[in-house]
């Protein structure tokens, strides 16, 4: 069955630094891709970054990158240069194999603060 | 950007009562629609997919006649909670899907709450 595992229920990052947020998954098929996701207070979700799991370069978007270790099957967010605005909850999902369906299953969530 | 509305952003209902959402993508056409629920501090729960002209499929557990799912047009799916009562209350996000595989597009969610 596939699963997505985010440990780290909160994180604290002091402004201007990078951070990285932690996302392992659990999937037995071949194709498949990794999304990120935040979602502010207000509640909307906000496309962050993808990678397709036979992508060969880990996916950036601006201070955005996604470190893809696919033997290890995690798909880690690093946010550089952090911004009080990146204060969110992030979520890491995985769309299952089938891309028909485009399907998405979320994991638990991370909750970010980015201190001044 | 691809833009997805929903309507309303909040709603409070009595006990007993039917709730809509809408959910319409604004500038494409969406043949795959999503339904999640969350619950506060929690993860997005998948619900349902919704594809135009077709039945809903559920996920398992997600009582159909409880939460009832209309995908009319390439634009516009809706979600009825039937009969509401308050462990319904919740935050219902809709997703929909263009046509490349990457690409799921999310609305700002409703809130609801029951009394």
């Known amino acids: 069955a596939q699963k997505i595992t985010q440990t780290q229920p909160g994180m604290f990052v002091q402004e201007k630094e990078a951070v990285t947020l932690d996302c392992t998954y659990d999937?037995?098929?071949?194709?498949?891709?990794l999304f990120w996701y935040k979602q502010p207070s207000s509640g909307e979700m906000i496309f962050l970054i993808y990678q397709g799991s036979y992508d060969e370069q880990n996916a950036t978007e601006g201070r955005y990158s996604l470190n893809f270790q696919k033997a290890r099957k995690s798909a880690n967010l690093v946010i550089s240069a952090s911004q009080l605005g990146d204060s969110a909850m992030y979520f890491c999902a995985m769309r299952r194999g089938n891309s028909n369906t485009g399907k998405l299953i979320f994991g638990q969530g991370t909750t970010l603060q980015v201190k001044p | 950007g691809a833009v997805v509305s929903q309507h309303p952003s909040r709603v409070i209902c009595k006990s007993g009562t039917s709730v809509k959402i809408e959910c319409r993508s604004l500038?494409?056409?969406?043949?795959?629609m999503f339904w999640y629920r969350q619950f506060p501090k929690q993860s997005l729960m998948l619900m349902a997919t919704s594809n135009e002209g077709s039945k809903a499929t559920y996920e398992q557990g997600v009582e159909k006649d409880k939460f009832l799912i209309n995908h009319a047009s390439l634009t516009l799916s809706t979600l009825t909670v039937t009969s509401a009562h308050p462990e319904d209350s919740s935050f219902y996000i809709c997703?929909?899907?263009?046509?490349?595989?990457?690409?799921?597009?999310f609305g700002p969610g409703t809130r609801l709450t029951v009394l």
């Open positions: 500038d494409f056409q969406a043949t795959t």
């Open positions: 997703s929909a899907r263009t046509g490349l595989d990457n690409e799921q597009f």
């Open positions: 999937t037995s098929d071949q194709s498949y891709g």
